[in-house]
């Protein structure tokens, strides 16, 4: 394992941060996006060693391991697209006005970084929501300074990752300290990282109990900072009788594999199945207890996720009305999560708040409802989640309004048909929802909007054009799409 | 005065506002529309009644209220016309693509509204920062109900206001609990408020403590809820040497009439102007004095407000090293504000943290530092503001980059030889800043941008277009500009 940071080393680490973001906020849109770019070209290079390190550390199969890590090199590229094109500034100009009553002043807006940006990364992400994932990436497009504190269940394939980003920010002679690497697994150095005064933000992904210390940490420093912490979610499914009356087969099959890939391990697996009692959703339950016991256990990231979920399993298949359905039929080795069905009432559902908890890994509950009144009632109960998923027919939809309203209550992403695993990188993405399932449901970690975590607006009102930032010069050299005097336009003044 | 709102009514108003939300969301943005134009309408019906009420209870000059409501209803107007153009939803489609790997599922994001605000009203704007100023426009046009929590210092207009809201919300058809209007002036009432389950974000614009109690709150919660709170600001003011060295008599008068304008009482009020010890910020501070006595002086809003001024100013001139420059010639009679200048050196400001602190009225502070160095350090040490104001000629800005630099990190709004007092109503307004001057520096509470702070984002996958909302469908039946695949346009797919 790597040495831990010793903890007075941190405040030399803001410092330096701190005086990298002064530098960096100044540099254009094409230097952080050709930095990000950079960063992509070093982790594609070093890829045989990532890949092999990861392995060791994760146990994730390298087919696994080896997507992840090309994911992470199109989030580099794709964010850093988006960043160079600059209409994420929002820039708006309301130009000078004295015919009204009070005279307008010239008002230009744009986004400024926040400053330097703690990133807790993900266990169950080496590569694409750890070192240099897409926090990371974000910070960076926004134009902060990022300090990274290795998640200790892969903390050397941290290193290797680091000491790509730190040769890229050499190569496109970025100041020293846009980016630190911080080992520890201790509590005590993730506070301190977040109580620094020159902290200006935090990223994370991971538990509830880790993101919601960091929150309140944060929360009650003396200067409160803003934290995106995602937390997880059971993503529930809700199975409309018309579709389940028509596909139950395929859907247990799809579902199948959703629960189970990855061992698991993925912030958006299904946890939880919501239907109505009757002979479809039997049928569906069985088909889908057949699916689970042909799938073999896998080795799940450490000993520890193993053990917690071997613990929140079992406490789960006690409690009072859950049956277990089905699980794997091959024997479970070493550190290896066994897929597991369970299914429940909708009354004992209500009664137990510890059901309604993620056990992370390759386990979902089927909660059997009387009827869709009382389905309506669970998802009016549920809270915030990252996705909900609808089976439904057009005719479901609409005539279920009730049920529809209260699954939109409680979301971030509503897939229709399809399972909540796999969450695409794109613009269009949401990846957040509703407390607990993330800290502000109004932000994102997946896809490129997430950079306006980081960012906040600043006005300028009355400079002179040669003073002002090129995103709001009035020739608009840099041709982004800007709000002028209320109209979309790509034109100059 | 009005009756207190019993607490244990506050339950029953958040349920049946709650019940609204889920009705409200899903109005059209042009009934939306509609809704803010009508209360626009009735307000103005019932101007005559207002100002009367108002003037009673705030002590404002006919005028200046006048003109305060004349500015809410512009900005009800405004909202309303920016909610109706539909762009603020930010719509994004990714259309599918089974040709990337993994393949890529039909994304579209909208924003969807948070549910229930409460609204904590300004005690020295009773109509354009209270019961339907911007933060009731801009929840509204986010599609959300409003709980409006009255300000006690004018809490009959605030009724009258109400009343407005109602028969507008009754003219337009709008659901029962779309607008709920609670009095009682105990942190009790607030604190049930902000706390109950069914409330989802808060605005407020006051003081630090007022602001600073709600925003624990709301971070105590079991579900945590965003706070705007905009908490006030000192306004600082650079005079830079070349400038100064032009034009010291005529920034001296704008300023005397920035610092004494509606008797000091506004969040923008310049509470500090920074210099360099010389002959110019001599010139300077004897021509401010000049006019300063000139200014008589005037009524605050009410008694509390009065008494807070006289203290916090008595405080502040017994600091060691601060001398009185001027203040009014005119005896101040019962709850009158008098105009005062004082100054004190670079080195005693920073020695004392007292000095950095808003004294609410017509007062400000000027600190003599001794070379451009000092200056820097004091924008280094200064804490999170509305506005900054540089008062330079262009050749200072680039001679002095390390200060302007520094003010940069510090502000929402930078304005150029101009005074911060007077807060345009725009889309390129920001009115937010780094902690303490707000609780999240990364939203507005001026301009129509104001209402992302109650929408959050949602994504359908895989959705047909019938059951998509109306800015996703594939027509683009709103035609409002969206970002499809990556690029900005108003066609549809």
């Known amino acids: 394992m790597p040495t831990d940071t010793p903890p007075e080393a941190i405040d030399g680490i803001l410092r330096q941060s701190w005086q990298a973001f002064l530098e960096y906020r100044k540099f254009s849109l094409q230097q952080r996006a050709q930095f990000m770019r950079t960063i992509a070209t070093r982790l594609t290079e070093a890829a045989p060693d990532l890949l092999k390190m990861s392995m060791e550390e994760t146990h994730l199969p390298e087919a696994r391991l080896r997507s992840e890590l090309t994911r992470t090199v199109f989030q580099l590229n794709s964010y850093a697209d988006f960043c160079e094109k600059g209409s994420w500034l929002d820039a708006r100009i309301d130009t000078a006005d004295t015919s009204r009553n009070p005279s307008r002043p010239d ?6 970084p926040l400053g330097p940006v703690i990133i807790f990364g993900a266990s169950n992400f080496p590569f694409a929501y750890s070192t240099a994932g897409g926090d990371t990436a974000c910070a960076f497009a926004a134009g902060c300074p990022v300090i990274v504190k290795a998640h200790p269940a892969h903390a050397q394939t941290s290193e290797l990752v680091a000491a790509c980003i730190l040769a890229a920010a050499k190569a496109c002679k970025m100041p020293e300290g846009i980016f630190a690497h911080v080992q520890g697994a201790s509590f005590e150095t993730g506070k301190a990282l977040v109580t620094h005064p020159l902290t200006k933000a935090v990223g994370f992904t991971g538990s509830f109990n880790g993101g919601k210390a960091l929150f309140d ?35 247990a099959s799809m579902y199948a ?13 299904p946890g939880l199945i919501i239907g109505i009692e009757g002979k479809d959703l039997q049928q569906f339950i069985q088909a889908l207890g057949e699916n689970i016991r042909k799938i ?32 794997s039929d091959t024997a479970a080795g070493n550190n290896q999560g066994v897929p597991t069905i369970a299914s429940v009432t909708g009354a004992h559902f209500f009664g137990n708040p510890l059901l309604h908890q993620e056990v992370f890994g390759p386990y979902s509950l089927v909660v059997r409802c009387r009827d869709i009144r009382e389905m309506t009632e669970v998802a009016l109960h549920l809270e915030g989640q ?40 794109a613009l269009s993405m949401q990846h957040g929802g509703p407390f607990p399932a993330t800290t502000d449901p109004r932000f994102t970690s997946v896809g490129a909007d997430g950079i306006k975590r980081f960012a906040r607006p600043i006005v300028y009102q009355n400079w002179p054009d040669a003073l002002l930032p090129e995103e709001l010069k009035n020739a608009n050299p840099l041709g982004i799409w800007r709000t002028v005097n209320n109209e979309l336009t790509k034109d100059g003044l």
Chains 1, 2 share one sequence.
């Open 257 to 269: 594999d959703s629960i189970t890939q990855s061992v698991g391990q993925f912030c958006t697996n």
């Open 217 to 251: 940490w944060a929360n009650q420093r003396p200067e409160p900072i803003p934290v995106f912490a995602e937390m997880g979610s059971v993503n529930p499914v809700f199975l409309f009788p018309e579709k389940l009356s028509t596909a139950a087969h395929d859907i």
């Open 386 to 425: 990252l996705t909900t998923s609808l089976i439904a027919t057009e005719q479901d939809i609409l005539q279920h309004t009730p049920l529809v309203e209260a699954i939109k209550n409680i979301g971030g992403r509503f897939i229709m048909n399809g399972v909540p695993t796999g969450v695409t990188v």
């Open 107 to 112: 008002l230009r807006k744009t986004l400024t």
């Open 296 to 327: 073999p256990p896998g080795t799940m990231l450490h000993p520890g996720i193993a053990k917690a979920y071997q613990e929140k399993r079992a406490a789960a298949l006690i409690q009072e009305g859950v049956s277990k359905i089905a699980e």
